[in-house]
Each structure stands twice: as C-alpha cells, then as structure tokens.
C-alpha cells in the first residue's frame, strides 16, 4: 500500500536526520504541546502520553498524512530526567550520572489521519555513562549541547565521548527508534520500504 506523507509533530533536527536517513522526506510540524500539563511517574506511561499528546495536537492540520509523535526521557536510579532546565541543573545531573546506567524510554505514537487509526509504543535502551571529571562536566555543559536533550546528552554530539556503551536500540537513544517505526508502520499496513519507492 502507498505510504501517505509522513509528518513529524517534533522540532528535533536529530529526529529529523533519522527519519530521512532511512529514507522518509518527513514534514516538520512541532507541536508546541505545553509538556508541563502532563505529571506522570512512570517513564514509559509519560513518554507514550506525551507522543500521543503531541501527534493528536497537530493531526487535524493533516488530513492525509501520518502524524509521529515523539518523547524520551532519562531514568536514572528511578529519578526521570527531560531536558535540564539550565546549566546549573545539567551540571547537577552529569554529576550523578556519570559513571552510572541510565535507561532512555522513548514514546512514539503514529496516527493515520485518514483511516482513523493509531498505534502508541516506547522503547528502551540502557545507557552506560563515563567516569568524567567536574572540569569535563563543566566544559560539556558550557557548549549547550545538553540543555537541548533529554537526559542532557546527545550521543550523535559532543556527549557521545562519555557514553561507554548501549544496550538496545541505537537510534531510540537519538530520539526515535527506527526497528519499532518500521513495526508501527506494519500494524497500520504500511511498509517502511514503500517511502524509497515512492521516491524512486
């Protein structure tokens, strides 16, 4: 089945990359959801939440399309962490991730606005941070890359030289899990590979 436009409710330039790395020519729409009206525990109840929330804000705009909503956080002993809100927070945060696990859950919620259905997953993938200094904290935090993430790294950036290792998916820990789109594609009836071949 041809796949319509796909469109994504989300200003992140690294879900941007993602999606047309794997050969989709993807609509940028951000949401602009107000996050805050959302207060949840659970890591994986919050981020499905706030994709969902995100996808149904912008999904009457696009009659036509697939909408793909977004949302990671960070866990780290059991405390959920977005983005920080300044540098001092980031700072605060590296100083107690470093050295440690921390387990990155993203939500994806993917709404086919013309057939009326949707599909609303997460994954996640265990990040295992560096033993770095308060001078390289410091100088991390001082280049702004974190205060734009959840979890206060980027591991596509300059945050990528303190993550030790993953354990589960790459691309979820840069903000959307390719292998559980192509999933999401499936149960809507919609093959990943159909936006190659509508190109080609």
């Given at each position: 089945m041809n796949i319509p436009q796909l469109v994504?409710?989300?200003a992140s330039p690294a879900?941007?990359?993602l999606l047309e790395s794997a050969g989709f020519d993807p609509v940028v729409c951000p949401s602009n959801f107000d996050e805050s009206q959302v207060q949840l525990s659970d890591p994986v109840e919050l981020v499905q939440t706030l994709a969902l929330c995100k996808a149904e804000t912008i999904a009457?705009?696009?009659p036509d399309a697939l909408v793909l909503g977004c949302d990671s956080v960070l866990a780290v002993n059991g405390e959920i962490y977005g983005k920080p809100a300044d540098p001092a927070q980031a700072i605060a945060r590296w100083q107690i991730m470093s050295g440690r696990?921390?387990?990155?859950y993203t939500g994806h919620a993917l709404i086919d606005v013309r057939n009326n259905t949707k599909v609303v997953k997460s994954q996640v993938t265990e990040v295992h941070?560096?033993?770095?200094?308060?001078?390289?904290?410091?100088?991390y935090v001082a280049t702004g890359e974190p205060l734009n993430c959840a979890g206060g790294f980027a591991i596509e950036g300059k945050g990528g030289l303190f993550i030790e290792k993953l354990v589960g998916c790459q691309t979820n820990v840069i903000g959307l899990s390719l292998p559980l789109l192509r999933q999401m594609l499936l149960e809507?009836?919609?093959?990943?590979?159909?936006?190659?071949?509508?190109?080609?």
């Open positions: 994504l409710a989300s879900r941007k990359r009457p705009r696009f696990q921390g387990l990155l941070f560096a033993q770095i200094s308060d001078r390289a904290i410091a100088a809507l009836g919609y093959e990943a590979i159909e936006a190659w071949l509508a190109v080609g």
